[in-house]
């Protein structure tokens, strides 16, 4: 059975900094992508950034020259680095993945649990 594991959700100030992770365990060997969500109450949930099977990454505008994902070293672990954090980055953060080919979007089949961030003015 597929888990997604989440951490690094914190608190911090506008223009901080952040490094999450996310952690795949009980996956079989084949083509995943993987990729980070945010959500906040009373929205939808949304991409934040993917990497499809092939180590390719893709942003949210929001996102683009911010945030940087990359995989991990051990396999199947990803990692989201968010610089100059702003407020309306708050939100609950998930880690999700699917198999095959293309980006991951908010129709995965994996997800974890989701970690908090909130960022301070």
């Known amino acids: 059975q597929v888990q997604m594991k989440e951490s690094g959700g914190n608190s911090v100030q506008a223009g901080e900094s952040l490094r999450l992770s996310c952690a795949m365990s009980?996956?079989?060997?084949?083509?995943?992508?993987m990729g980070w969500f945010r959500q906040v109450p009373g929205k939808e949930r949304e991409g934040v950034a993917s990497i499809d099977s092939d180590g390719i990454a893709t942003y949210a505008d929001f996102a683009q020259g911010r945030f940087t994902i990359s995989e991990g070293i051990a396999k199947h672990t990803l990692d989201l680095y968010m610089n100059s954090l702003k407020p309306e980055d708050s939100g609950m953060y998930f880690c999700?993945?699917?198999?095959?080919?293309?980006?991951?979007?908010?129709?995965?089949?994996?997800w974890g649990q989701g970690t908090q961030v909130t960022v301070s003015s």
């Open positions: 009980g996956g079989t060997d084949g083509s995943y992508c």
């Open positions: 999700a993945a699917d198999r095959g080919k293309g980006y991951c979007s908010t129709y995965a089949t994996y």
